[in-house]
């Protein structure tokens, strides 16, 4: 298995400097700073954004493999992933994070779908990186 790389650089002071964000492979890389982490409306991205989407594809397609291995063919399935920052003590976490999907898969019933979304938010490899975090579920079968 591949080992993945992404980098981060990062110029002045922490309030008026800023930096930028590269992904090994080449598919991403902008800007970050203060503000965009800490205060709503600023066009760059942050840590916590690029976790998020890191767990809403994991958990996307740990559940698209567990329905695919089952026989399912999911038509569509769509995650969002809110990721709360908050001050705790004198240091920031990560204390939530709250998976949303919404699925389109013929043929199978709820309890059956709840019980495949449950499994791969528990053992994708982003949750299990992130076991430290509350992570929640709302999984709806449309």
């Known amino acids: ?3 993945r790389k ?3 650089e990062w110029k002045g002071n922490l309030a008026e400097g800023g930096g ?3 992904l090994g492979s080449g598919a991403f890389q902008g800007p970050y700073s203060f503000k965009s982490r800490f205060e709503e409306g600023e066009s760059a991205t942050n840590p916590e954004e690029l976790i998020g ?3 809403a594809g994991c958990f996307t397609m740990a559940l698209t493999a567990q329905l695919s ?3 399912h063919k999911p038509t569509r399935i769509h995650t969002t992933a809110q990721v709360k920052l908050e001050k705790v003590g004198d240091a920031f976490s990560i204390t939530k994070i709250d998976l949303e999907t919404d699925a389109e898969i013929p043929g199978i019933d709820d309890a059956a779908f709840q019980k495949f979304a449950t499994d791969a938010k528990q053992n994708c490899p982003v949750s299990k990186a992130l076991a430290g975090t509350e ?3 709302t999984a709806r079968l449309r």
């Open 1 to 3: 298995m591949p080992t």
């Open 6 to 8: 992404a980098e981060a």
């Open 20 to 22: 930028r964000l590269k």
């Open 53 to 55: 989407a890191a767990h």
């Open 69 to 71: 291995r089952a026989g």
């Open 135 to 137: 992570i929640g579920l």
